[in-house]
Nanobody
């Protein structure tokens, strides 16, 4: 019903910045809360950031708070993750996810998420 596609991964040096993009199709974009997750090599997937369907509410993990910014442009059906001050421990496959909702609430951002992208690789060199 919903197809999620993320892009923008690449190789950067420690301390530099990178921006990821994501789009979801098959449903009205404004009815989707959007989140970013990541999985480092040999580790479980973890939450990174999320934004409510209208965009008024955001939530971040402690590990990225103050360094990453999530935003969305509903007219363009896009969500972004702007990453700065990158560290080697940020190296991971980053996944975009969508949660179907009509609620502008932080509770929705906690999950569950209904649809997932295939991931984009971010590598931060030391």
């Amino acid at each position: 019903q919903v197809q999620v596609v993320e892009s923008g991964g690449g190789l950067v040096q420690t301390g530099n910045s990178l921006s990821l993009s994501c789009t979801a199709s098959g449903r009205t974009f404004t009815n989707l809360a959007m989140g970013w997750f990541r999985r480092a090599p040999g580790k479980e997937r973890e939450f990174v950031a999320a934004i409510s369907w209208v965009g008024r509410i955001t939530h971040y993990s402690d590990s990225v708070k103050g360094r990453f910014t999530i935003s969305r442009d509903n007219a363009k059906k896009m969500v972004y993750l702007q990453m700065s001050s990158l560290k080697p421990e940020d190296t991971a496959v980053y996944y975009c996810a969508a949660a179907v909702t009509t609620s502008e609430s932080i509770a929705v951002l906690m999950g569950p998420y209904d649809y997932w992208g295939q991931g984009t690789q971010v590598t931060v060199s030391s």
